[in-house]
């Protein structure tokens, strides 16, 4: 029978400082069955992305380890970046890749929640499809309020959340010294999903900002002529989307996630955030992506972007 494999995409709020990055990677290298696949900080965003694969329980220690060192060396009280985020491990995702089920991912997901929270004395959330309750599937929605958020969430003193979205489903529901520095972690289980981000030729995010409410799937609040909003659908479904500023190379950036490649591929979320800054009369400069991303996904793309029309697979 084939080996069990999982993948997990921890993003801690550190990017700037290498030397508590390479810490925090240094804590889960030793693991057995288990391999660091990439290692990917930005400034801007003051945050870094791992990607780890192997084993199911040598990936889970991983994970501990890392939310564990996350934990001991980063401040949230001191962070500050372009990216959402909610605590120190913003989001940690376990994801089924041969042999295993999503179900045994949301079980990971739980069993990692609770132990973090009771060793560590820090708030955990589930997301995805560990998630608890329907409402609480979105780590965009638990993540509303971000960090500076989170006291008046405890409190019971927020005007963002529901009852159902604002507390975390393990650990202290006051806040503390503890939750003070590590904020919020959310633990879960989804699918594979293409991180991708377009480059945007304007030093602040006006027409990013456009393009990510046009293009995601949420869309965008609109206010209509008496005052009340209404809320528009976005083009693409399958796109989570944001415009943010990147101060370091004096440019925007269309931050997206790509939830279904067979539905959006990456060449077409390119080519419609193109059409859309044109319509602006702005350039875009390029694009970049995050993580680890499916061959199939680049040879598609390979081949819309290629000269050549007889180009092969392998070319």
Request: hydrophobic share 35%; with cysteine.
């Amino acid at each position: 029978m084939d080996q069990p494999i999982i993948e997990c995409v921890p993003n801690i709020s550190e990017g700037r400082n290498d030397a508590v990055i390479s810490e925090i990677v240094k804590s889960i290298t030793q693991s057995d069955k288990c391999s660091v696949l990439s290692v990917e900080p930005d400034s801007d965003y003051n945050r870094t992305v791992i990607t780890i694969a192997g084993h199911p329980e040598a990936v889970y220690e991983a994970a501990f380890q890392l939310i564990k060192a996350s934990i001991e060396l980063i401040d949230m009280s001191m962070h500050k970046g372009e990216h959402p985020r909610l605590g120190v491990v913003d989001v940690c995702p376990f994801i089924p890749l041969n042999n295993y089920t999503m179900e045994e991912c949301s079980k990971l997901a739980e069993r990692l929640a609770k132990e973090v929270s009771k060793l560590f004395n820090v708030c955990t959330f589930l997301y995805g499809y560990a998630a608890t309750n329907p409402d609480r599937k979105l780590l965009s929605t638990l993540r509303k309020g971000e960090y500076e958020g989170l006291k008046a969430r405890l409190d019971n003193n927020d005007e963002v959340h529901s009852e159902t979205t604002r507390l975390p489903d393990f650990g202290p529901k006051d806040w503390n010294e503890t939750v003070a520095k590590s904020g919020g972690i959310t633990i879960g289980a989804r699918d594979i999903l293409i991180a991708y981000n377009v480059n945007v030729d304007e030093k602040d995010a006006v027409v990013a900002k456009k393009i990510g409410s046009i293009i995601r799937g949420s869309g965008r609040l609109i206010k209509t002529s008496d005052g009340k909003k209404m809320r528009v659908r976005g083009m693409i479904q399958e796109i989570q989307g944001m415009g943010v500023t990147l101060d370091s190379h004096s440019i925007s950036q269309v931050s997206m996630n790509i939830l279904d490649v067979n539905k959006c591929s990456i060449h077409k979320a390119f080519e419609i955030c193109k059409s859309i800054a044109n319509d602006h009369s702005v350039e875009l400069k390029g694009s970049e992506l995050v993580g680890l991303v499916p061959l199939s996904a680049m040879v598609e793309s390979g081949k819309w972007f290629s000269n050549d029309s007889n180009a092969s697979t392998e070319e």
